[in-house]
């Protein structure tokens, strides 16, 4: 009776200190996302008219200048909208905590939705905002997490431990697992493991039980650079896009292509980094102008550029033939980088890849100042 006693005692030490260390890792994770997380609100009209159910969820800062992750359930798809004139009847209101725990207005919200990872990325008019640091990397699936949902009726959001539990790849592809009790507000959910960073967003539920995400290392790389986010070493930053040119008309080719671009390039880490000479951007397909399905232009330089630390590098990038999508100047460029031919796109970028330090990274160019040179 004694040694069963001894054994019950040291079991309930073991459950003590584990309850211990997830009430801590909880409570580290809430205090540093919990300025980064946002009750998103989804109202408009279906193509008949009629208005739809309000749509509950939640999402995470990930740029200071208004950047915010989510499930793209959340937005859904374009064609579950009524058209109107300008452009989809959906609003999407943005509202957060502030340093008293009490709701703000945040404003409402662009969407750029990805669907082939079951994400969207949603812009608001915003500077300086508290975001959440976005891991780059896979996370172990059967570690401990901290999942911030946000129930509709709840002032402010919750977060609660999750395990990770092995996730059926066949079944669900290259997602995380987690555990979840049955609360509503869980679309769009961020998950953070024990360094506080943003692991995966919260995007189905499998089962009464279980939650699938999607790892950030998978949407990272369509995120526009921001310096207030924090870098990590050996992180770029493309500055701008200059000196957009177009081929001069032909009587063989009466049409202007798209011909290169100057792409100004700044390292800022104290290591020199070498840039991929290819680049692929990203834009909407033009015989399909309701659907945000992304198709990638291709872009090529001539050689790998060596770029020191502190250094800026401008590079010509050829517009290459073999991509999905032709573009004839300026009118076909505008169209492309449009959403319905009339808003543009706010979240357009090109994906670069670039080595630093023997480690091959991905990142993402700044849109807005393509627009604002290559749409005028």
Same mark, same amino acid.
């Given at each position: 009776?004694?040694?069963?006693? +001894?054994?019950?005692?040291?079991?309930?030490?073991?459950?003590?200190?584990?309850?211990?260390?997830?009430?801590?890792?909880?409570?580290?994770?809430?205090?540093?996302?919990?300025?980064?997380?946002? @009750?998103?609100?989804?109202?408009?009209? #279906?193509?008949?008219?009629? $208005?739809?159910?309000?749509?509950?969820?939640?999402?995470?800062?990930?740029? %200071?200048?208004?950047?915010?992750? *989510?499930?793209?359930?959340?937005?859904?798809?374009?064609?579950?909208?009524?058209?109107?004139?300008?452009?989809?009847?959906?609003?999407?209101?943005?509202?957060?905590?502030? *340093?008293?725990?009490?709701?703000?207005?945040?404003?409402?919200?662009?969407?750029?939705?990805?669907?082939?990872?079951?994400?969207?990325?949603?812009?608001?008019?915003?500077?300086?905002?508290?975001?959440?640091?976005?891991?780059?990397?896979?996370?172990?699936?059967?570690?401990?997490?901290?999942?911030?949902?946000?129930?509709?009726?709840?002032?402010?959001?919750?977060?609660?431990? *999750?395990?990770?539990?092995?996730?059926?790849? /066949?079944?669900?592809?290259?997602?995380?697992?987690?555990?979840?009790?049955?609360?509503?507000?869980?679309? /769009? $959910?961020?998950?953070?493991?024990?360094?506080?960073?943003?692991? /995966?967003?919260?995007?189905?539920? @499998?089962?009464?039980?279980?939650?699938?995400?999607?790892?950030?290392?998978?949407? #990272?790389?369509?995120?526009?650079?921001?310096?207030?986010?924090?870098?990590?070493?050996?992180?770029?930053?493309?500055? +701008?896009?200059?000196?957009?040119?177009?081929?001069?008309?032909?009587?063989?080719?009466?049409?202007?292509?798209?011909?290169?671009?100057?792409?100004?390039?700044?390292?800022?880490? #104290?290591?020199?980094?070498?840039?991929?000479?290819?680049?692929?951007?990203?834009?909407?397909?033009?015989?399909?102008?309701?659907?945000?399905?992304?198709?990638?232009?291709?872009?090529?330089? #001539?050689?790998?550029?060596?770029?020191?630390?502190?250094?800026?590098?401008?590079?010509?990038?050829?517009? %290459?033939?073999?991509?999905?999508?032709?573009?004839?100047?300026?009118?076909?460029?505008?169209?492309?980088?449009?959403?319905?031919?009339?808003?543009?796109?706010?979240?357009?970028?090109?994906?670069?890849?670039?080595?630093?330090? /023997?480690?091959?990274?991905?990142?993402?160019?700044?849109?807005?100042?393509?627009?604002?040179?290559?749409?005028?």
């Amino acid at each position: 009776m004694t040694k069963l006693l +001894a054994v019950w005692g040291v079991l309930a030490a073991i459950f003590c200190v584990t309850a211990a260390r997830g009430a801590d890792q909880r409570s580290a994770v809430w205090e540093k996302n919990k300025l980064a997380i946002v @009750r998103i609100k989804v109202t408009g009209r #279906n193509p008949q008219g009629e $208005a739809v159910p309000a749509r509950y969820g939640v999402g995470v800062v990930v740029r %200071s200048r208004g950047e915010i992750i *989510t499930a793209a359930q959340m937005i859904g798809q374009d064609s579950e909208w009524n058209q109107i004139p300008s452009g989809l009847d959906r609003q999407i209101e943005i509202s957060g905590l502030d *340093t008293f725990r009490i709701i703000k207005p945040l404003g409402n919200a662009s969407a750029r939705l990805i669907p082939s990872l079951n994400v969207a990325i949603l812009t608001i008019t915003a500077e300086g905002l508290s975001t959440a640091r976005v891991a780059e990397y896979a996370p172990d699936e059967l570690a401990t997490f901290v999942t911030i949902a946000w129930e509709p009726q709840n002032s402010i959001p919750e977060a609660v431990s *999750t395990d990770g539990v092995p996730t059926d790849r /066949g079944r669900d592809g290259d997602v995380l697992t987690v555990r979840f009790p049955a609360i509503d507000g869980y679309f /769009g $959910a961020g998950v953070f493991d024990a360094e506080s960073n943003l692991v /995966g967003i919260v995007y189905k539920r @499998r089962d009464a039980s279980r939650l699938l995400a999607v790892p950030s290392y998978l949407f #990272n790389q369509f995120l526009s650079p921001d310096g207030s986010a924090g870098r990590r070493a050996g992180d770029t930053v493309l500055t +701008a896009f200059l000196n957009v040119k177009f081929s001069t008309p032909t009587s063989d080719s009466p049409d202007a292509m798209l011909k290169s671009f100057n792409l100004n390039v700044t390292n800022e880490e #104290n290591q020199p980094v070498f840039l991929d000479p290819s680049l692929r951007c990203l834009g909407t397909d033009l015989s399909k102008e309701s659907t945000l399905e992304p198709l990638m232009v291709r872009f090529k330089s #001539n050689e790998v550029t060596r770029i020191s630390s502190k250094d800026t590098a401008s590079i010509v990038f050829e517009y %290459s033939d073999t991509s999905p999508v032709v573009l004839k100047g300026a009118a076909e460029a505008r169209r492309f980088w449009t959403v319905d031919g009339s808003k543009t796109v706010p979240q357009f970028s090109c994906i670069y890849a670039y080595t630093v330090g /023997g480690k091959l990274r991905l990142g993402a160019t700044a849109p807005a100042l393509f627009v604002r040179h290559v749409v005028p």
